[in-house]
């Protein structure tokens, strides 16, 4: 469908951010990443995930300082 095409799953998500899926599962839960979920699934929209990936620092969990 093209419509989830925008959308990835936390697999492809922690891919992209360098965490354990279970990590971006309790990100999703606590709404710092915002997300849909679906059934038993969370979707993340692409463009969302790329703006929490430039002020998220995978170490300890910590943000990125801001330059």
Not at 24 to 41: F, M, S
Not at 48 to 65: C, I, N, P, V
Request: charged share 35%; hydrophobic share 35%; with cysteine.
């Amino acid at each position: 469908m093209p419509i989830l095409n925008e959308y990835m799953d936390v697999i492809e998500a922690s891919n992209i951010l360098k965490v354990h899926w279970e990590t971006v599962k309790r990100l999703c839960r606590e709404g710092r990443i915002p997300a849909q979920k679906v059934h038993n699934k969370w979707l993340i929209h692409k463009d969302d995930l790329h703006r929490f990936a430039t002020a998220y620092d995978s170490r300890q969990g910590k943000r990125r300082k801001k330059e």
